[in-house]
């Protein structure tokens, strides 16, 4: 099985306009897991899938990030990356990385987060205005 771990600490914080990364190390049978992406959970509010990749490097974005983040991953060195540019308060959540298990790529076709069996502890992100 895959297992997620974000780096970088609990939290971040950005200014309005501004720029973060987010990081997370894939481990273990990194092999059987086709579709790995980020959703995002703000206080009071359903889990939102933003961003999908699939192991053939096609990638999908919700449209409420759609232009202003990017999703990549180093597959040598088992890392899951999220670029996220033009930062808005909105954009003020807790951040997972994720992994779909197996071969279907659902979320990666959908972000349907039900798809998602594992996912990392958490990073939140405060964007302020």
């Known amino acids: 099985q895959v297992q997620l771990m974000e780096s970088g600490g609990g939290s971040v914080e950005a200014q309005a306009g501004g720029s973060l990364r987010l990081s997370c190390v894939i481990s273990?049978?990194?092999?059987?897991?086709?579709?790995t992406g980020w959703f995002r959970q703000a206080p009071g509010e359903e889990r939102e899938g933003i961003a999908a990749?699939?192991?053939?490097?096609?990638?999908k974005y919700a449209d409420s990030v759609k232009g202003r983040f990017a999703i990549s991953r180093d597959f040598g060195n088992n890392m899951l990356y999220l670029e996220m540019k033009n930062l808005k308060p909105e954009d003020t959540a807790s951040y997972y990385c994720?992994?779909?298990?197996?071969?279907?790529?659902?979320?990666?076709?959908?972000?349907?987060?039900?798809?998602?069996?594992?996912w990392g502890q958490g990073t939140l992100v405060t964007v302020s205005s």
């Open positions: 990749l699939d192991r053939v490097g096609a990638t």
């Open positions: 273990g049978d990194t092999y059987n897991s086709y579709c």
């Open positions: 994720a992994a779909e298990p197996g071969y279907s790529g659902g979320y990666c076709h959908t972000l349907g987060v039900w798809y998602l069996d594992v």
